[in-house]
């Protein structure tokens, strides 16, 4: 199975900035996509955005206004989401995600496995 852990959410003020990480287990890491995704209290989860296992493909929701980027080491088995200009409707859990057939998919439920999630708040 795979294994993905994010780390970097805490709190920040708005305008501040924040780089997510995720770090994942398994051998074809390079194969996978990854996304970001992130849910609020009383929504459904949301998605921000995708990168090909390459990292030569992207994909990003209309909310991020180029704010935010993904980017991927396959080196070192991480993905990260910088997230820059936050403000405080970013506040939710932030989760990363592996799809292992490789597609840049923006559907939920088409990943494969799920990270434990990491609080991001932004106060005003």
């Known amino acids: 199975q795979v294994q993905l852990v994010e780390s970097g959410g805490g709190l920040v003020q708005a305008g501040g900035s924040l780089r997510l990480s995720c770090a994942a287990s398994?051998?074809?890491?390079?194969?996978?996509?990854m996304g970001w995704f992130r849910q609020a209290p009383g929504q459904e989860r949301e998605f921000i955005a995708v990168?090909?296992?390459?990292?030569?493909?992207?994909r990003y929701a209309d909310f991020v206004k180029g704010r935010f980027t993904i980017s991927r080491d396959n080196a070192k088995h991480t993905v990260y989401l910088q997230m820059n200009s936050l403000k405080p409707e970013d506040t939710a859990v932030y989760y990363c995600a592996a799809d292992l057939w490789g597609i840049t998919t923006t559907q939920a439920d088409q990943y494969d496995y799920w990270g434990q999630g990491t609080q991001v708040t932004v106060s005003s």
């Open positions: 398994g051998r074809a890491f390079s194969n996978y996509a």
């Open positions: 990168i090909s296992g390459s990292g030569g493909r992207t």
